[in-house]
T-cell receptor, first 115, second 113 residues
């Protein structure tokens, strides 16, 4: 059971480039989300999805797009990378809609540097 | 708006001692709280959770206490071990989305052998 898998683990982009961070889970979780973690800060929610075909914005959605065509995959797209998007990105998935079912399982993270 | 924060950014304890990590939250409507442990280079790992209708919940070597009157949450780790060294985050789900987590800034726990 792989859990939540993120690729790549490391990425360096030039300003203005676009790329997609991949996230896949094999736990049949309905809920998936993307967070970014900046130095000395907690994780902040970028986008989330409550099921295939449904996505919504979190706290810091600007500059990012998501889609959810399958239950398993939830890619995060950077449209035009900026230095302010240098961060560590975490994907998470969870089974239920609240309470004890909300336990989120996190991937190992993608460390992105924009130069 | 919602905010979750921690009183102390760092905490050092002797191996075998008990650790207490504190967290304050501002949204009185928050109904579910979780503690996560994050080791270097890894994603957050679930430790323990508590609902707003509870004051205390115990797990293996960990206890979470919730004081709704002062909007304060704490994580107690008994007999702290070197493997407990990590950054600990409290998070809350509030009402904006059942699985959307709002994280505090974290406390780095260092266990001294």
């Amino acid at each position: 059971n792989a859990g939540v898998t993120q690729t790549p683990k490391f990425q360096v982009l030039k300003t203005g480039q676009s790329m997609t961070l991949q996230c896949a889970q094999d736990m049949n979780h309905e809920y998936m989300s993307w967070y970014r973690q900046d130095p000395g800060m907690g994780l902040r929610l970028i986008h989330y999805s409550v099921g295939a075909g449904i996505t919504d914005q979190g706290e810091v959605p600007n500059g990012y797009n998501v889609s959810r065509s399958t239950t398993e995959d939830f890619p995060l797209r950077l449209l035009s990378a900026a230095p302010s998007q240098t961060s560590v990105y975490f994907c998470a998935s969870s089974y239920g809609g609240g309470g004890e079912d909300t336990e989120a399982f996190f991937g190992q993270g993608t460390r992105l540097t924009v130069v | 708006g919602e905010s979750v924060g921690l009183h102390l950014p760092t905490l050092s304890v002797q191996e075998g001692d008990n650790s207490i990590i504190n967290c304050a939250y501002s949204n009185s409507a928050s109904d579910y709280f979780i503690w996560y442990k994050q080791e270097s280079g890894k994603g957050p790992q679930f430790i323990i959770d508590i609902r707003s209708n509870m004051d205390k919940r115990q797990g293996q070597r960990v206890t979470v206490l919730l004081n709704k009157t002062v909007k304060h949450l704490s994580l107690q780790i008994a007999a702290t071990q070197p493997g407990d060294s990590a950054v600990y985050f409290c998070a809350e789900t509030g009402k904006t989305g059942a699985n959307n987590l709002f994280f505090g800034t974290g406390t780095r726990l260092t266990v001294i052998p």
